[in-house]
C-alpha cells in the first residue's frame, strides 16, 4: 500500500469515527425531552443532558418543550342563547406531561386543542344568555378547563388554564347596550337630584319650624318679662299708695286728671262717675273757693231737680268734663234703674260722643 492509499485509508476511518461519535452523541436542553425510536419504533425518551445513541438504528422522534405553554387564538363567532352574535378569543395555558403520548396520540395537538375550546365554549355560550356571558366569565373558564383536562389528558397534555379575553357582541347591540347603561346612569343620576332636593326641604323645613319654636319661646318669656315687670309696677304704685296713705279727695284728683286721657279718641265712650269722686271734687271746689275769697260754691253742691228717691247727682264744669273741651257730660235720666251695670244709686254716668 503506497503512501497516498494509506493517508486516504486514515482520513476514512477519522471521518467515519467522527460521524458515529457525531450520530451516537446527544445533548437535551434542560426543560425538553427526546422521543426516541430505534429500527422505526419508540424506544426511550431522553431526559435533559448528554445522552448516546446507537448510530444507525436510533433516530430522534421529536423533541418537546416541557415548559408551560401560553396559545392565544382568533375570535370566534358565538351565538348565545338569547340568539345574538358574540366574537370571543381566548387563551389557553397548558403542558406537556408525558412526550411520547403527545408525539403518537395525537398528530397536532395544538390544533387539537383548538378545535376543542371553540367546540366546547359554543356548547357553553349557547346555553346562556348575553348578559350571563359577559358577567360569568370565571364560570365560562372554569367549565372550559374542566372539559379540555378531562379531554386532553389521554394526550400527556394538562390545561391548567384558559382564559376568555374578549367578549364583543355586534355593533347593534353594542350600540343598544351603550344607550341602557346612558339611561341607566341618567335614571340613577335623576334619583340622586330628586333625594338631594328631598334632603334639602326637609332640612329647610326642620330650620323654619325651629326658628318659629324659638321665636315663639321668645316671645312667651319676654310676655312673661313684660307681665312681670307691669304686675311689680303695679304692686309698687299700689305699695306707695298705700304707704304714703292717700286721702279720698287725692284719689279723685288722679282720676280728674286720667279723663282726658280717657276720653281720647274718635269712639263714643260711656262710663260712671261715684258718688263719691263728686263729693270730693265738691270738696276740692270748697277748697279752692275759700282760698279764692268766699267765692260761690261748686255747682256740683246742688242736686238737679230730675233725680228722685234722694240720689243726687253731680254734673262737672265743662272744662273739667272731659280734658280736651270737644264733649260734653249729660247726667243719666231719673227713670233709668239705680243698680245699672253695677252702679250705686249715688253713681252718675257720662258719655262722650265724638
Known sequence: MSTFEAVVFVVVVVAAVVFYVYRAIRVVPQATAAVIERFGRYKRTLEPGLRFLVPGADRVRATVDLREQVMPFPPQEVITEDNLLVYIDWVVYF?????????????????????????????????????????????????????????????????????????????????????????????????????????????????????????????????????????????KTFKAIHDGNADQKLLSYQYLQMLPKIADGNASKLWIVPSELGKAVEGIGNAFSNVAGNLPSSPLSAAPPEVEDGEQAAALPPAQRSGSGSGHAAAAPADRPSGRRGGSPNDVLFRRDE
Open 95 to 235: 403542558q406537556v406531561i408525558d412526550p411520547r403520548r403527545a408525539t403518537y396520540e395525537i398528530q397536532n395537538f395544538v390544533q387539537a386543542i383548538e378545535y376543542l375550546v371553540s367546540t366546547t365554549l359554543r356548547n357553553i355560550i349557547g346555553g346562556m344568555d348575553l348578559e350571563a356571558t359577559l358577567t360569568s366569565r370565571d364560570e365560562v373558564n372554569r367549565q372550559l378547563r374542566d372539559v379540555l383536562d378531562s379531554g386532553t389528558g389521554r394526550w400527556g397534555i394538562r390545561v391548567s388554564r384558559v382564559e376568555l379575553r374578549t367578549i364583543q357582541p355586534n355593533r347593534d347591540i353594542t350600540e343598544a347596550m351603550e344607550k341602557q347603561v346612558r339611561a341607566e346612569r341618567e335614571r340613577r343620576a335623576t334619583i340622586l337630584q330628586a333625594e338631594g332636593v328631598k334632603q334639602a326641604e326637609i332640612l329647610r323645613a326642620e330650620g323654619d319650624r325651629q326658628s318659629l319654636i324659638l321665636k315663639a319661646e321668645g316671645e312667651a318669656k319676654a310676655a312673661a318679662l313684660r307681665a312681670d315687670g307691669e304686675a311689680s309696677a303695679i304692686s
